[in-house]
């Protein structure tokens, strides 16, 4: 591992925004927060998470749109946090944390219906690993557990795969296994900035044109983007 590589990882230890459990602390067991984070945050706001989040820039760009809302971004790879956890406590943010761990882990974490809003930004499409995408049947069936009924969720992508895969694929599953939730389908485009962004309101476009770095470099190769967003509803069934 590289030197500057090493310092981002010693840092991010210290860092005030930034909650970083041993895995014995959360392995088939419920980690101190779980179902306390509006203590943590000092408030009743909805709670919103960025999954595989990297440097989190919607964590912390999503924080100034909504001050009263709160943002966590969890991602297993700490050196990738250091800038949006930087950035957070330099600007001294108060609705903004980041969790390092593994999404797999999740239900450790938050309660039934303590979380709002899940948003999963350019995750990799696991081409091969069904099992390992966020959106596939076993993520859907963690984020139900944390998930509100009238929460949503947000796919912003490249990939047509992944795309594809979770709107023809993995929600359809989802949605038939009896689990006593739907995810309905609210917003769905395959050119986000070119057409789908005129149809959301003002605010709701200002998020989505905050750009990650990978979705950069997406972008810089000339690549179109796609947004998906489901509600979660109980179902009757
Ligand atoms: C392609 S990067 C995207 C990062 C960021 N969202 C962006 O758009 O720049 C995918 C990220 O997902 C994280 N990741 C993938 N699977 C994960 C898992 N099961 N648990 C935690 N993090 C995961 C990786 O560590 C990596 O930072």
Known sequence: MGKNKLKKFAKVKEMDHVIEPPFS???????????????????????????????????????????????????IKGSRMFSGAMEAEEKGMENVRFLRTKIDMITSFFAKDEVDEIWILFADPQLGRPRKRLTGYLFLDRYIQLLKPGGTLHLKCDSKDLYAFTKDEAIPEFNASNKGFQFEKEFDTNELYEEGIHALDETMQQVLNIRTYYEQMWLDQGKKIKYLRYRLERSLK
């Open 25 to 75: 602390e959360v392995l088939n067991k419920d980690f101190r927060l779980k179902g306390k984070w509006s203590e943590e945050f000092g408030n009743d706001g909805p709670i919103v998470l960025e999954l595989a989040c990297g440097k989190g820039e919607y964590s912390v760009g999503m924080g100034e749109i909504y001050p009263g809302k709160n943002f966590i971004g969890i991602d």
